[in-house]
T-cell receptor
Framework: DQQVKQNSPSLSVQEGRISILNCDYT??????FLWYKKYPAEGPTFLIS?????DKNEDGRFTVFLNKSAKHLSLHIVPSQPGDSAVYFC?????????????FGQGTELSVKP | NAGVTQTPKFQVLKTGQSMTLQCAQD?????MSWYRQDPGMGLRLIHY???????DQGEVPNGYNVSRSTTEDFPLRLLSAAPSQTSVYFC??????????FGAGSRLTVL
């Protein structure tokens, strides 16, 4: 049972345009959401996060939106740059009663073309 | 400051062999975890620990053992390797299960 799903395995955008990566979850008890970025042959690195009490969080070119009623999370990158090409994972944290596990989606590979 | 160190980076095993993937951190993080990454499956949690002496199962714990005798180390043991355990393994640490620092990964092939 995949609790966190990224239904798009890949996404290709032109440099300077907006990249939108999507993530859906099934567990309404998740209380914290994160995005990680992964380059080949490296471990994932933290990018941006959002608490379930908010609906938007911005950090420079990166904005995460949370729609709790739809159980949907998205990451917007504006403007996209070639260096943003990587695999992006969304992750969700269960509440204390669930042991606080961090559950990841399948990942979306973003390719930004010059 | 090394952060999270995983060894070995690459390993080839035969079916039935045992081995231990090592994870060491120097950030004094209480939370440590092991994930495996497989194509189309993303990162799946194997085991995690919230402190020395405390471990718990993740999503895919079968075939793996862990222990946490110190804050710094969290080894992952494969007692009898199977081809289904061919994967890239990541150790990740943090002050809690939120912003994690990942190691560079250990690529395991089981023949």
């Amino acid at each position: 049972d995949q609790q966190v799903k990224q239904n798009s395995p890949s996404l290709s955008v032109q440099e300077g345009r907006i990249s939108i990566l999507n993530c859906d979850y099934t567990n309404s008890m998740f209380d914290y959401f994160l995005w990680y970025k992964k380059y080949p042959a490296e471990g994932p690195t933290f990018l941006i996060s959002i608490s379930s009490i908010k609906d938007k969080n911005e950090d420079g070119r990166f904005t995460v939106f949370l729609n709790k009623s739809a159980k949907h999370l998205s990451l917007h990158i504006v403007p996209s740059q070639p260096g943003d090409s990587a695999v992006y994972f969304c992750a969700a944290r269960g509440d204390y009663n669930q042991g606080g596990k961090l559950i990841f989606g399948q990942g979306t590979e973003l390719s930004v073309k010059p | 400051n090394a952060g999270v160190t995983q060894t070995p980076k690459f390993q080839v095993l035969k079916t039935g062999q045992s081995m231990t993937l090592q994870c060491a951190q120097d950030m004094n993080h209480e939370y440590m975890s092991w994930y495996r990454q497989d194509p189309g499956m993303g990162l799946r949690l194997i085991h995690y620990s919230v402190g020395a002496g405390i471990t718990d199962q993740g999503e895919v714990p079968n075939g793996y053992n862990v222990s946490r005798s110190t804050t710094e180390d969290f080894p992952l043991r494969l007692l009898s390797a199977a081809p289904s355990q061919t994967s890239v393994y990541f150790c990740a640490t943090g002050t809690g299960p939120r912003v994690l620092t990942f190691g560079a990964g250990s690529r395991l092939t089981v023949l």
